[in-house]
Nanobody
């Protein structure tokens, strides 16, 4: 199994980014997927989840209304649309499949300047 995140970058506050997580090696469509982030000096935190039916949950109050998690089962890919980015959104973003044996990807860096 493999997870490859992409789409990170440097943006100014108020900008947008769309993160992608391309997966392979497992039956993507049956797994719940999630996005996590790790900011400097902080522990990795769960940001959003999407189940196999497309139901979404956002675990961080500050991203509600700004971030959208989605999935494309034909492409075995999960996305995180991030709008109105704030400096506190900066960090390394990781996707994860809801199965312990499927390891983390390498992450994608998001930098937000004020």
């Amino acid at each position: 199994a493999r997870l490859v995140e992409s789409g990170g970058g440097s943006v100014q506050a108020g900008g947008s980014l769309r993160l992608s997580c391309a997966t392979s090696g497992f039956t993507f469509s049956i797994y719940h997927m999630s996005w996590h982030r790790q900011s400097p000096g902080k522990e990795r935190e769960l940001v959003a989840t999407i189940n196999s039916s497309g139901r979404t949950e956002y675990n961080v109050d500050s991203v509600k209304g700004r971030f959208i998690i989605s999935r494309d089962d034909k492409k075995d890919t999960v996305y995180l649309q991030m709008n109105d980015l704030k400096p506190e959104d900066a960090g390394v973003y990781y996707c994860k499949a809801d199965w312990p044996s499927i390891d983390w990807g390498q992450g994608t860096q998001v930098t937000v300047s004020s």
